[in-house]
């Protein structure tokens, strides 16, 4: 019998060999286990078998609110989440006072389902008259959901309303009114205001005055309507768009006359022509400009090409060059740190995005793409997580977190005004004179309140009001038939 000498060092280095071994093992095993369940990985006693699911992270507004999938009521509240197997769920939002809310939801292995945007609008809905007009021309909501800017048009179509809703029981109205000098009369007389653009301050702003073959920019201080500046008239240029660079409201970029120009109102500069033949343009941040221009022809003939692309720090990216007779609509975005360009061809009835165009390499082909919709209109969400394009009842939504499109139709849709993101995931659009508010891919449609398909609705910072524009049947006795009005959507405790 062969005996061990259990004091030896050899022994002894065999225990320790064998014991990190184990250790080493059972680290490795471990680690796996936990890999394979972070990436929804177990073993289901039913199936006995191993399987793969998915996490659903729940929320909705208002919070606590009950919820099912597939008809099973779970006992928690949301905010809530849940480990599912992959697959099609039906999905059930509850709430004492409020209407419900559902949805078919895909849960797939391995991937964290965020269904975060559930908002669910009281079943009675109480609005009350916040200020009555004679007329409204326009309104527009500030970019902070704060402020509203009304034109009365009319005998005041010189003047305007800036109405506060930080305290939604007492909204705040101040009247602002144009320096006479500032604006160029006809005949001893105004023409009409047109809204232009907010600065992301939410503090300037500009509009358009047509009076005849006049046409100007004014900009314009909230706080200091006094201070008002006609552009045209202080750089000498016959301006034609105009639009503020990011959060320098002194800094402009306008086009005149088809060249496009840097306007440094501080300063009382005008840079040279930073481009021509300009189409149209919009502006991302400080120093990123997409447009649509003509390209030039040597010869001095009607150009018969047009281009389209990106400015970047005075550095031009061209993404196509097309027809000139082709009919385009811009606009650029950044999410998640990717740049895009959608380029509507409403002539060809397509719609392409196209991602970080500053590589060679992307320009070559699409990041996605809708055909068969000649858009309209085409607006990003707040946080530039959708893009919305609309053509007349006829919409395309793009989810650039999820990588997914969705194609709807929304039938009866005033063409009146475009449909808006009333948040950000929320569309609202006006039918027979009545607001109409939908999810990103159009579900969960809700009949609200009165509202002019023309006139920006409001739902303020703290999601609680909604405010609109209404205005009275024809022949009807009041003097004053436009009305602001607010309306709770957080039902009353009971």
Not at 111 to 121: D, E, Q, S, T
Not at 228 to 257: P, W
Not at 405 to 410: I, L, S, W
């Amino acid at each position: 019998m062969m005996q061990i000498d259990v004091e030896s060092k050899g022994f002894r280095r065999a225990i320790r060999f064998f014991t990190y071994g184990l250790m080493t093992m059972a680290t490795v095993v471990l680690t796996t286990l936990v890999i394979l369940l972070a990436m929804g990985y177990r073993f289901d006693r039913n199936q006995f078998g191993v399987i793969r699911e998915g996490l659903l992270q729940l929320g909705s507004h208002p919070v606590d609110t009950h919820y099912k999938l597939n008809g099973k009521t779970y006992k928690n509240l949301t905010p809530d989440k849940q480990t599912l197997p992959a697959g099609s769920y039906s999905l059930e939002l509850s709430q004492t006072g409020y209407r419900p809310w559902q949805k078919q939801i895909d849960i797939i292995a391995g991937h964290i389902h965020w269904v975060n945007y559930p908002r669910l609008f009281p079943v009675d809905l109480e609005t009350k008259t916040v200020k009555d007009f004679v007329n409204v021309s326009f309104s527009e909501v500030s970019p902070d959901k704060r402020w509203i800017l009304v034109n009365p048009g009319g005998e005041d179509k010189d003047k305007l309303e800036i109405i506060d809703t930080k305290d939604p029981a007492k909204p705040v109205s101040t009247t602002l009114t144009i320096p006479d000098a500032v604006l160029t009369k006809k005949d001893g007389k105004i023409g009409q205001l047109e809204f232009n653009e907010w600065a992301l301050d939410s503090k300037q702003f500009t509009i358009k005055h047509v009076n005849g073959d006049v046409s100007e920019y004014i900009r314009l201080d909230r706080t200091q309507p006094e201070k008002a500046v006609n552009l045209n008239s202080k750089f000498q240029l016959d301006v034609d768009e105009l639009h503020f660079s990011g959060g320098n409201a002194n800094i402009m970029y306008a086009r005149t006359e088809g060249v496009l120009r840097r306007f440094d109102v501080g300063s009382n500069t005008a840079s040279g022509a930073l481009m021509n033949g300009v189409r149209q343009f919009e502006v991302f941040g400080d120093a990123t400009i997409a447009y649509q221009r003509t390209k030039a022809t040597k010869d001095g003939s009607a150009p018969s090409s047009q281009e389209v692309g990106v400015r970047i720090k005075d550095r031009d990216i061209v993404l196509k060059e097309l027809p000139a007779s082709d009919d385009l609509l811009v606009k650029y975005g950044e999410f998640d740190r990717h740049a895009y360009l959608v380029l509507a061809n409403r002539t060809k009835q397509t719609t392409s995005i196209y991602q970080d165009i500053t590589e060679a390499a992307n320009r070559q082909a699409t990041f996605a793409e809708f055909s068969g919709l000649a858009a309209q209109f085409a607006q990003f969400s707040s946080n530039t997580r959708f893009l919305a394009l609309q053509d007349g009842t006829h919409f395309g939504v793009y989810d650039f977190y999820e990588q997914q499109k969705f194609g709807f139709t929304v039938e009866g849709l005033s063409d009146k005004g475009p449909a808006r993101w009333l948040d950000t995931f929320h569309l609202a659009g006006v039918k027979a004179g009545v607001l109409h508010v939908m999810d990103f891919d159009g579900t969960n449609q809700q009949i609200l309140v009165a509202a002019q398909p023309e006139l920006d609705p409001l739902l303020d910072e703290d999601d609680d009001i909604l405010y609109t524009f209404t205005k009275a049947q024809d022949g009807s006795s009041t003097s004053r038939p436009f009305n602001l009005t607010s309306t709770s959507v957080k039902a009353e405790a009971k």
